[in-house]
């Protein structure tokens, strides 16, 4: 046994090394506390954590979990994840206030180091920064390449995959058909064809497995990754392996996406229509335009070859996923609701008649078409937390204060599902929309699923076109039911976690077909 003063000598050995470290963790947290917390208003808020703030929080799908906490925080509410303090917006008048009233104050978007990475700095649209740079390129977007006028020539395109994908249906009508895989190769052939002049998949003989690269591309822009949000851990990202993977996913892309545009260079890109076109101009794909608009400078500055890859980028992320989510989704609740389903089509088979197939001249009369469409995107919309926002400045928002800098999240899911806006909104019930003018397309705050006003996605009708013409050819052609041993009610509806919800479990189906002679 020690003796008392050596004893006491050790005590105070210990003392004197642990007091340092408990008054380094105290002034740790606060610094930490201070520095995540820039938003000193009255804004409603769960408590958090030190260190990772309220990430604990968010579960497997934050915006069911978000969603939950808003119920007891509030139309607007502050967390931090991590470091970085984000507003949660929650309800249809909330979210007016930040992209309709105050839309110009939070037009900007935040950066990342995985999005830096893998959109070339934010050279694409969805991506870069508000300024005189993203005016330019959203004008490219919308006036050159997804314009009405420019959707209308790509008619043959989305007619053609259309009628390829019936007849892939057609033979397999004896047994269950794969729809979440057939969905996903159309968007997938119809963008490459739009976008590329040629389909780029194993069977069309390209040495690239397109859909594999574009697959891990969107789930690293969808993941999470610690060092994103808690800097002081970034390491974690080169430990766990993800910082290897954005480095290989944006070489590979890159190296594709450069591959294209000198093919379009060298002229040995194939013609976006099979047939010959009266019109060179109608020819012409995404990648043609963008060199044109390069050569004749017509965006008023140089755009150099890193934003017409970063552009074309954001046409297959914002467009393939999102897209056959929609159709995976309508197709899904149709099942589940045979009445809804044999409504769609009477009112489609009534207005084709003995046409082989719907065209899109038929679609406009289809009202009911697009009333499932329309509770499809309120009930499933494709990205259920927009794409981040934040201020350019300080400003107020219902009374709070909100300091520049600070990152905004709008939860569609919450908004769409909000019993305030929708009568008995867990329902699927395309009829809610029949008497309704309640549209999509950022007039109606209550249904968001493309964002709204100056960062609204520029891609709308070019999605709505092929989810229209295929559920109505699919309604027209087949007779559908769930296969032996499943029904409506006991059909998984489990989402994947990510960017997009679309189904965890791939929809199978059983087709059979209604129109003779085909």
Request: aromatic content about 8%.
């Amino acid at each position: 046994m020690l003796p008392r003063t050596e004893l006491l000598k050790l005590i105070w050995l210990q003392s004197f090394t642990i007091f340092p470290l408990i008054l380094f963790l105290f002034f740790l947290y606060k610094w930490l506390h201070k520095k995540s917390s820039p938003c000193k208003s009255s804004l409603p808020s769960p408590p958090r954590l030190p260190i990772i703030g309220n990430l604990h929080q968010l579960g497997t799908y934050p915006h069911r979990s978000l969603q939950s906490l808003s119920e007891r925080y509030g139309e607007l509410m502050l967390i931090n994840l991590g470091k970085a303090p984000v507003l949660i917006v929650s309800s249809a008048k909330a979210a007016r206030e930040i992209m309709k009233t105050q839309d110009l104050t939070f037009c900007n978007r935040p950066t990342s180091k995985t999005g830096n990475k893998l959109l070339y700095n934010g050279k694409d649209v969805a991506a870069a920064p508000y300024g005189e740079y993203w005016r330019q390129m959203k004008s490219i977007c919308v006036l050159q390449l997804l314009s009405n006028t420019r959707v209308r020539c790509f008619r043959s395109v989305r007619e053609e995959e259309m009628t390829l994908l019936v007849k892939k249906i057609e033979k397999s009508s004896s047994s269950a058909v794969n729809l979440s895989e057939m969905f996903m190769t159309l968007t997938n052939d119809v963008i490459c064809r739009v976008a590329f002049g040629r389909k780029y998949s194993a069977n069309e003989g390209s040495d690239i497995n397109f859909k594999k690269l574009l697959k891990e591309f969107l789930e690293l822009i969808g993941s999470f990754r610690v060092g994103d949000f808690i800097p002081c851990l970034a390491w974690t990202n080169w430990l766990d392996g993800s910082d290897a993977k954005v480095e290989k996913v944006a070489k590979e892309f890159d190296h594709f996406l450069e591959q294209v545009v000198k093919e379009h260079q060298d002229g040995q890109a194939g013609n976006m229509s099979d047939g010959e076109s009266e019109n060179d101009e109608i020819s012409k794909d995404f990648v043609d335009v963008l060199l044109d608009v390069q050569k004749e400078k017509a965006a008023g500055f140089a755009i150099d070859r890193d934003s017409i890859k970063a552009l074309i980028l954001d046409i297959f992320s914002g467009g393939t996923d999102t897209t056959y989510t929609v159709l995976e989704w309508a197709m899904t609740e149709l099942l589940r609701h045979p009445l809804f389903m044999s409504e769609l089509q009477r009112e489609v088979r009534e207005i084709t008649g003995e046409k082989l197939y719907v065209n899109e001249d038929d679609l406009e009369q289809m009202k009911y078409l697009k009333t499932v469409i329309k509770e499809t995107l309120r009930l499933h919309p494709p990205i259920p937390l927009l794409v981040p926002r934040q201020s350019l400045r300080e400003t107020k928002v219902n009374g709070y204060d909100i300091p520049a800098g600070l990152t905004v999240i709008t939860n569609a899911w919450a908004i769409h599902r909000d019993p305030a806006s929708w009568d008995e909104p867990e329902k699927f019930n395309p009829e809610r929309f029949l008497n309704s003018p309640t549209d999509f397309r950022g007039h109606d705050l209550q249904l968001i699923p493309f964002g709204s006003g100056r960062r609204i996605c520029p891609g709308i009708t070019f999605a709505i076109a092929i989810n229209e013409l295929v559920l109505a050819n699919l309604m027209h052609k087949f007779d559908w039911m769930l296969p032996g041993g499943v029904d409506g009610e006991t059909l998984d509806m489990t989402e994947c976690v990510g960017l997009t919800a679309h189904r965890k479990i791939p929809l199978h189906a059983i087709a059979t077909p209604v129109i003779a002679g085909n």
